[in-house]
């Protein structure tokens, strides 16, 4: 059978985009910004994104491109042996199990778009509100809805399917995000929050901070899942790579820092006396808890329905960006079993999306349902759920270490010279550029190195207590 293909190159690049912009750029960011400096905290990030992820982003989409396979296939077609193999299992094992976890947030958002459209903004503003909501059976009616659009979308294949949805998802997104900045913008005290964002204070900026910032670019791009290498088998040959892949690095960047314009000014609107450390520590906080009170808050101003009318927006518009994050996540291990058991895409979705549904289920059934699953290991201090265990393994820990096996690949078993022809093709003028030359330089020496730290800091942090970085910078008067 022909392998599918986009049938542009921004249809690609609208479905790399909807992959990249999603939870971590709508909310992760700007609650990392606000605590880490601000504009300082932006520039590193952005810097980040252009001269760490690019790189790697563009090599994931040459892979894929060159072998026209997912990344088990391109693993077992390039490596030739049974360790890079293994990588290759490793990085569709990954995706699936990331799926699972992102999937349980889907729903979540689903359901509070659910009771924002219903006007339950008193709900959704209580304490315990959450808590409450994800221990409900209600929560498995929202669960069959978002596995039915994903499977709707994926069911109709790459162009049908994936890049239907993001081309018009996307837009829509772009388009409802400037709306809702435009409106914050005007509520009063917004621009304190303006100014606090784009204010750099380069004092906040620690060992830590730096850590953190890389692996929210890493991740806030959708890399090292294998979803690039798989879309980018999808990419046709006459198609510019490297010009695909600055716009999908920019876009989502370019979300971000809408984003922030959006969240710290509503914070200041609401409360123009807040204290930073009164703004939740993370992003499940910030749009489980702590944004439901600001809307709760506007029905004083704008009345009932203009409220839940707000409110309605903003989680349609997360739910969006959740959705295309989703349908790419699900779709490797998809390609994957298509690719390498020939099932069709039906065959194949259906298996694999049953084992999702039942470790979702067992996931959204670990928050307190059920008590063993509930508190099923304990490590580096703490006790953890199987939800957390997900987290940590794969997202945590796995996620650089396959970031770190995929240059390593690309560079010592693929070569430089292939992936340099690779990004040639469609762009006749990257030949000698200070790109090509800075991608092949980077992927080969300083960027695996990162990530080797990355790794190492990660799993000595989270199973065993102990903070390599902080560790070290405070040693060298660097707190
Ligand atoms: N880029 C997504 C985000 O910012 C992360 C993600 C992508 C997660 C794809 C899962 C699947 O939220």
Request: glycine share 8%; charged share 10%; aromatic share 14%.
């Amino acid at each position: 059978m022909k392998r599918e293909q986009f049938s542009s190159s921004l249809g690609f690049i609208l479905a790399a985009a909807g992959s990249a912009v999603g939870i971590g750029n709508l909310v992760a960011f700007p609650v990392m910004a606000s605590k880490n400096g601000g504009a300082a905290f932006l520039i590193i990030y952005a810097f980040f994104v252009f001269f760490v992820c690019l790189p790697v982003m563009l090599a994931e989409m040459s892979l894929g491109r060159h072998t026209r396979q997912n990344p088990l296939g391109a693993y077992t077609e390039i490596g030739q042996n049974r360790a890079w193999r293994t990588v290759g299992w490793l990085s569709v094992i990954t995706p699936f199990m990331i799926g699972v976890f992102y999937l349980v947030i889907t729903v979540w958002i689903a359901g509070y778009l659910g009771k924002a459209i219903m006007g339950q903004l008193d709900q959704l503003a209580d304490p315990n509100g959450f808590g409450v909501f994800i221990n409900s059976n209600e929560l498995f009616a929202y669960m069959a809805l978002v596995v039915g659009l994903t499977f709707l979308i994926l069911q109709g294949g790459v162009k049908k399917g994936i890049e239907k949805a993001t081309t018009v998802l996307m837009p829509l997104l772009f388009v409802m995000l400037i709306a809702l900045v435009i409106y914050v913008l005007t509520l009063e005290n917004a621009m304190l929050g303006v100014k606090f964002f784009l204010v750099p204070d380069f004092s906040k900026i620690t060992g830590q901070v730096l850590n953190g910032a890389l692996a929210q670019a890493f991740f806030s791009l959708s890399l090292a899942m294998g979803i690039l290498i798989t879309y980018g088998s999808y990419i046709q040959k006459n198609n510019n790579i490297v010009s695909a892949g600055k716009m999908v690095a920019g876009l989502s960047l370019l979300v971000a820092c809408c984003s922030g314009l959006l969240i710290l000014p509503a914070a200041f609107s609401f409360n123009p006396d807040i204290e930073i450390s009164e703004l939740s520590e993370s992003s499940i906080g910030m749009i489980f808890m702590f944004l439901p009170k600001i809307f709760l808050a506007l029905q004083a101003d704008i009345g009932y329905f203009g409220a839940s009318f707000i409110a309605s927006f903003f989680f349609l518009l997360v739910f969006f960006a959740a959705m295309t994050s989703l349908v790419s996540i699900i779709e490797v291990p998809v390609a994957s079993i298509m690719d390498g058991k020939g099932l069709s895409r039906r065959k194949a979705l259906y298996s694999l999306g049953a084992a999702m549904v039942v470790l979702a289920v067992i996931s959204a059934l670990s928050f307190g349902r059920i008590d063993w699953l509930s508190n099923i290991l304990s490590y580096g201090g703490n006790t953890k759920s199987f939800f957390d265990l997900i987290y940590d393994m794969f997202y945590e820990t796995i996620l650089p270490l396959n970031g770190l096996l995929l240059c390593l690949f690309v560079i010592y078993r693929w070569k430089k010279h292939n992936l340099d022809a690779e990004m040639s093709q469609g762009n006749a003028s990257f030949a000698g550029s200070f790109l090509q030359k800075y991608v092949n330089f980077s992927l080969g020496t300083f960027i695996p190195v990162i990530l080797a730290i990355i790794f190492i800091n990660t799993v000595l942090t989270i199973y065993f207590g102990y903070n390599m970085l902080t560790v070290f910078f405070s040693s060298i008067g660097f707190n």
